[in-house]
């Protein structure tokens, strides 16, 4: 069934409801002197390059390999579209390793056709913090497609992880894997539903008029929520604090120190946005909000050649209701034009999912994690970790 995955250390579907095995690494770490030191083979026409992501000239390659053959819906509809910008800002996290930005080229014409990267993150597995790679942007060229390639991409930057000496990674996709630590549900909030039914992402519901479906998902023109103001450098050490004992709650989270807030958090234009709620009489910050930038390509439409798509990302409400809270990312999210606000069931997001007019989309997200074993899946709202 699964060629590769069978050789690799994931937990197999054959165990599932094995509740002999212990949780945690499913290998040992090895000494660095047993990690080979060359590169895997890959077939005689193409060659590994390192990509220097700060180039302008590399980061355009990637983008354009990107924007031509990354992510689809089923229906071949839509193409995620992220930008320059925010891949500069995915890949460079504190502590990043250039050394895992992992190019494929054809060696006579050097035309880039694969890419696939990781970063480090310190994620918290129950009681445990582990340092990890994030693995993303896993892309083999659609005319380089079942030739086995990815296989030898994922080896390769395992191999580069092991060379930094860590040994377990996450990661996420749309398509089953052995085997999902948890499998979430992606929700679509119409902002411009005008758009999003003309471009064919969502349909006109039964009964409905255009006039009412626009009337259905109006929203305020200005933020209500007393305090609610953008996130600046500042409120980086409050933030931290805040989100740290927020995610403590979830059974997998990343553990964020304050570079990391200031690097995924900080307000970044075009790429993230993040709110909070400040008391207005003691400045204390008692909720926070954020979601990233990523447009999806819409593939062949007379009148339209992007979708302008929100994501939610962390949410934390002490004070203010996480209802209310997300009701005002969704209007700063209008006033800046996006068409839709997505969403994952995870974290506490079902809560606010029906209420604030989310629908259920058509994607499924599995999460994974490599070499490490958990007893049982986890349903989503044991999830504390939004990836790219
Ligand atoms: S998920 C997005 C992945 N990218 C896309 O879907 C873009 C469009 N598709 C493509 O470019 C986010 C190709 O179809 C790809 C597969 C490249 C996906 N993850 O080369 P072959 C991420 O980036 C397995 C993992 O012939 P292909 C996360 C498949 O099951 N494995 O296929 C990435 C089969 O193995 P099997 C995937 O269509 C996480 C084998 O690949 C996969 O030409 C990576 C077939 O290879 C996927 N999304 O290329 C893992 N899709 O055993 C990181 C297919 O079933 C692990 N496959 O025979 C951790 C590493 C670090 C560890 C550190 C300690
Ligand atoms: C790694 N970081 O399928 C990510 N998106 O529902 C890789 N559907 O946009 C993994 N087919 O449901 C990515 N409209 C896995 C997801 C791949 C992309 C994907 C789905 C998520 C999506 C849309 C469009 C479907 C078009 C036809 C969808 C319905 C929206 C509707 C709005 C109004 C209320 C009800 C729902």
């Known amino acids: ?27 040992p770490p090895k000494l660095l002197s047993e990690v080979k030191q060359e590169p895997y083979n890959l077939p005689n026409l193409y060659e590994w390059v390192t990509c220097d992501i700060d180039s302008e000239e590399m980061c355009a390659e990637i983008y354009i390999l990107l924007t031509n053959n990354y992510v689809e819906d089923d229906e071949n509809m839509f193409r995620f579209n992220y930008s320059k910008e925010f891949l500069r800002w995915a890949l460079r996290p504190p502590g990043y390793f250039k050394s895992w930005h992992i190019g494929v080229r054809v060696k006579s014409s050097k035309k880039l056709v694969a890419f696939i990267t990781g970063v480090p993150a310190r994620i918290r597995v129950r009681d445990n913090v582990v340092t990890m790679a994030e693995v993303n942007f ?6 380089l497609r079942s030739k086995r390639l990815a296989p030898v991409m994922i080896k390769e930057v395992t191999r580069r ?42 349909r006109l519901g039964a009964r409905m008029t255009m006039s009412r479906t626009i009337k259905l998902y109006k929203l305020p023109e200005s933020t209500v929520t007393p305090g609610f103001r953008k996130m600046e450098p500042h409120d980086v050490p409050a933030v931290t604090r805040l989100l ?26 075009n790429v993230v946005d993040s709110f909070l709620v400040a008391s207005p009489v003691t400045h204390e910050i008692t909720d926070f909000c954020s979601f990233y930038t990523l447009p999806s390509s819409i593939l062949g439409n007379q009148n339209y050649s992007t979708l302008k798509a929100a994501y939610s990302y962390y949410n934390v409400s002490t004070k203010t ?23 994952l069931d ?3 997001n079902e809560t606010f999912l029906k209420d604030l007019k989310f629908g259920p989309g058509y994607g499924k997200l599995h999460y994974y994690l490599y070499n490490y074993r958990l007893r049982h899946a986890l349903p989503p709202s044991e999830l504390g970790l939004v990836l790219l």
């Open 161 to 202: 992880v092991h060379l930094e000496n860590i040994w377990q990674a996450a990661y996420t996709a749309g398509v089953v894997l052995p085997t999902p630590v948890s499998t979430c549900q992606y929700w679509h909030r119409s902002l411009n539903p005008k758009k999003l039914i003309d471009v064919g992402f969502s």
């Open 346 to 348: 995870l974290m506490q």
């Open 244 to 269: 740290r004992e927020y995610l403590s709650q979830f059974a997998i989270a990343p553990d964020f120190d304050e570079n990391e807030v200031e690097h995924w958090l900080l307000p970044k234009e």
């Open 1 to 27: 069934r699964h060629k590769f995955w069978e050789t690799q250390p994931v937990g197999q579907f054959k165990e599932i409801g094995d509740t002999s095995l212990p949780e945690g690494p499913i290998e």
């Open 321 to 343: 209701p996480l209802f209310q809270l997300v009701n005002d990312a969704l209007i700063v999210a209008k006033q800046k034009d996006f068409d839709v606000f997505n969403a």
């Open 138 to 143: 896993l892309c083999v060229h659609k005319k």
